[in-house]
């Protein structure tokens, strides 16, 4: 068993010429199939005038991530960062990352997947934004 | 034997090592259609929409091929129309891509009907997209219809769209009759067990070694393209044991839907054996395993897995630790066998007993008689007794499934009450 942050953006497309953005982050300690203890949940929501680039998006992992107490590789889909090689974003890091691997790591994205949407959709009817 | 000569574009952002593997495989597979490899040649760059590769190094291939004496071109990266009609223009040779290779190797392998249509299926899928370049290609010069207004492409492809539904259609009713004849087995009592993996990791010979049968294995990619399935007994239980079809890397999405059916044995399985050639090294064992996983997301949810790490016998004791402390969080239950000496098999029958659906154990009194005797028979035969005690009753203790307790049960009430069904 092992600890990793499993990290979600959801709403990377424009709504009423604005991005309005959810990061989720999760601190889970996982075996190679399954979660077996959920530590932390982090959210945040980024509002951004311009569409996301990968220094960006980079930048809103880290400022979510960093509020988690509990140490751990981020790991996130290969998607979430454009289809970019692993090698490339992992030194564009300040800490370690990888792309999702085992199922447990999927399993877990997956649970910080459900967060991120949930939670946006929650702020858009709250702030009256139609999406 | 075709002497060959394997082609290979590389993405300027992929790992050397990744590139290595993928030209190895491309081997192997060339290997299995009986292809004999002469050369190889590389080129790391973006794609070409002509060619592929570059001007330059097709060129150079052509010179290749006449030196060589080679008289077919094996392409690892997907082809297009034009860029085959445009090489072998260059070249003067037939020129096929991997997923072709692979394609030829199933239509070799396929022996049933329903494999054949499988492997149709998977053809017709190949060439769709195809159809229209194909036939513009071909009949450059002609026009068809009145003042040239027609054209073959789309009745080209309007035929082998019809011949894809038909295909369909016909595997659907046989998918049908294994779904139910499945349903059926876990109504008698045995549960499904699965063998999974890449191709050559060693399923084929950890199944015979199991079952001790005699199923055939080579080494070559995809010797078993068909589920081959047998009974065993582990620790008492009856268990059906399945092989199926290794998996590849990057292998396109309409060639895993045209072989789901075979894929389907292991996403409808109770326990997943996940077969790792642990005598490769930890990168490539990573691959491997990632591409597993992969496979396995969609499809399965909550079915146990094992990792079987198997050919133990060449690595020595360390290197095992190594491995497993390398890829050890990608490797669930991990059991390390030599399949072909039967090294940890004891073990590998104890994780598979501990991942089977639970079976609860119970204690029945029956009457001492033939009637009585006749259910301690059936118990025999449904579950595992563990103990017997012939005094004025029969008392079995007993571990089955739930509806075998259920029915022994109400066998032991309505005996209470002295009823005397003759159980049927």
Not at chain 2, 237 to 264: C, K, Q, Y
Not at chain 2, 283 to 298: A, N
Not at chain 2, 338 to 366: C, H, M
């Amino acid at each position: 068993m092992y600890n990793i942050i499993a990290v979600d953006i959801s709403g990377r497309h424009k709504i009423n010429d604005r991005y309005y953005m959810v990061c989720a982050a999760v601190s889970v300690s996982i075996t190679a199939e399954h979660i077996e203890r959920v530590n932390q949940i982090k959210i945040k929501p980024f509002w951004l005038d311009s569409a996301p680039e990968l220094t960006d998006i980079i930048q809103v992992i880290e400022d979510t991530a960093k509020e988690i107490e509990f140490g751990g590789t981020i790991i996130t889909e290969h998607g979430e960062m454009y289809n970019q090689p692993e090698r490339v974003v992992a030194s564009m890091f300040s800490r370690e990352f990888k792309y999702q691997e085992s199922l447990g790591d999927r399993s877990s994205i997956e649970l910080a997947h459900h967060i991120s949407l949930c939670t946006r959709n929650l702020l858009l009817s709250e702030l009256g934004i139609e999406s | 034997m075709k002497r060959v000569i394997l082609v290979q574009r590389n993405e300027p952002t992929n790992d050397e090592s990744r590139n290595i593997r993928k030209l190895i495989e491309l081997q192997d597979l060339a290997r299995s259609a009986n292809y004999k490899v002469v050369g190889d040649v590389t080129q790391t760059r973006r794609p070409d929409r002509k060619y592929q590769i570059g001007r330059g190094k097709v060129e150079e291939l052509a010179l290749m091929m006449e030196e060589l004496g080679a008289d077919g071109i094996i392409f690892s990266n997907q082809l297009s129309t034009t860029q085959i009609y445009n090489i072998s223009e260059t070249c003067k040779c037939e020129v096929i891509d991997k997923f072709q290779l692979i394609l030829e190797i199933f239509a070799k392998r396929a022996t049933t009907k329903r494999s054949k249509l499988q492997v149709e299926l998977a053809k017709l899928q190949y060439e769709l997209p195809k159809a229209k370049a194909i036939m513009s290609l071909l009949k450059k010069e002609e026009r068809p219809g009145f003042m040239g207004l027609g054209s073959y492409e789309d009745s080209y492809e309007q035929d082998i769209r019809s011949r894809i539904n038909r295909i369909k259609k016909e595997l659907a009713s046989v998918q049908k009759d294994n779904e139910s004849l499945r349903i059926k087995r876990h109504e008698y009592g045995f549960s499904i067990v699965s063998l999974a993996g890449y191709t050559s990791s060693g399923k084929s010979t950890l199944f015979n070694a199991l079952v001790d049968e005699d199923v055939h294995v080579e080494d070559m990619l995809f010797t078993t393209l068909l589920p081959i399935t047998r009974a065993l007994n582990i620790c008492g239980r009856r268990v059906l044991l399945t092989d199926t079809v290794g998996f590849i890397e990057d292998l396109p999405h309409w060639m895993i839907d045209a072989f789901r059916s075979t894929l389907n044995e292991i996403f409808l399985a109770d326990v997943i054996l996940l077969v790792v050639d642990a005598s490769e090294s930890p990168d490539i064992m990573r691959q491997k395993l990632v591409t597993s996983h992969d496979t396995f997301w969609e499809q399965i949810k909550g079915v146990p897995i094992i990792t079987v790490l198997n050919k133990i016998d060449r690595i020595t004791e360390n290197e095992l630790k190594e491995r497993l402390e390398n890829v050890g969080y990608l490797t669930p239950n991990p059991v390390a066998v030599s399949a072909k000496n039967g090294l940890g098999f004891d073990e590998l029958k104890n994780e598979i007993y501990r991942q089977l659906p639970k079976w609860k154990r119970e204690t029945v009194s029956l009457p001492m008689s033939e009637y009585g005797m006749s259910i301690v028979s059936w118990l025999f035969n449904e579950g595992i007794v563990h103990n017997i005690n012939y005094k004025d009753r029969i008392i079995v203790d007993f571990e089955a499934r739930d509806e075998i307790i259920l029915k022994a049960r109400i066998i032991e009430k309505k005996d209470k009450h002295g009823h005397n069904h003759m159980f049927t």
